[in-house]
């Protein structure tokens, strides 16, 4: 049964109080259509977070002035009221998204591996079997980036990026769906996830049978 898309997109933008996020993410686990409308949402979140500052020195285009002002009335209210609110929300991200990142190329630029890795960061490597990892992790105001690089997972696997708390909570930081070529060559997959970046401890590739297929310690 698919999820409220209102809390899926909130969710994905960061909007979530801890026991909603917590709540939204043990059903995630479990629900593969809810999980699947969450990584379409995840992925134009991510990449609104990550455009760079100089697209906007002609000014924020009225679609990022909508989702401001959508953000803002979502934090004013509560219950039911925040409910129907984040479906506009939801909305004005994906007008957000093909306003900026139309054509991918802005998008393929902010997303580069390669990007200098910023102040703070934590980053660990590991192998497991087969599976060779590396992740990065890049503290925000109460948030966390990741950027995890791996090779040598099995082709046809749906993985999900796990972030791991210090009392033992499980966040998801994003997902993917291993092909022939990233078995063989790796990729990185980048997300993000809220939590106190002080209180990361680990970060876990998972299986959709829920199994860890490697986990490092941060």
């Known amino acids: 049964m698919l999820h409220d898309r209102g809390d899926l997109g909130a969710h994905a933008l960061g909007l979530l109080d801890a026991d909603e996020a917590r709540a939204l993410d043990a059903h995630l686990r479990t629900c593969s259509d809810c999980r699947h409308e969450w990584e379409s949402l995840r992925r134009t979140a991510d ?3 990550a ?3 100089e697209v ?4 924020p285009p009225d679609s990022e002035l909508l989702l401001r002002r959508t953000v803002r009335a979502v934090r004013a209210e509560g219950g039911g009221a925040r409910r129907r609110t984040r479906l506009a929300l939801a909305a004005a991200a994906a007008a957000v998204a093909v306003a900026l990142v139309g054509g991918g190329a802005v ?3 902010a997303l580069d591996p390669s990007t200098t890795v910023s102040a703070g960061s934590r980053t660990v490597e590991g192998t497991a079997g087969p599976i060779v990892m590396s ?4 503290p925000a105001a109460g948030w966390v980036r990741v950027a995890t690089t791996v090779r040598g997972i099995a082709a046809g696997k749906r993985c999900t990026i796990v972030v791991v708390g210090r009392d033992g ?3 998801v930081a994003g997902s993917w769906l291993v092909s022939p070529a990233w078995e063989v060559d790796g990729g990185t997959v980048q997300g993000s996830t809220i939590i106190d970046p002080d209180d990361v401890v680990a970060v876990a590739i998972r299986d959709e049978s829920g199994t860890d297929l490697i986990t490092l310690p941060v």
Do not use: I, K, Q, S
Not at 135 to 138: D, L, R, Y
């Open 47 to 49: 990449a609104l977070r």
């Open 51 to 53: 455009l760079p500052p």
């Open 56 to 59: 906007f020195l002609d000014g």
């Open 107 to 109: 998008l393929g630029r």
């Open 135 to 138: 992740a990065t992790v890049t």
């Open 169 to 171: 909570t499980e966040n």
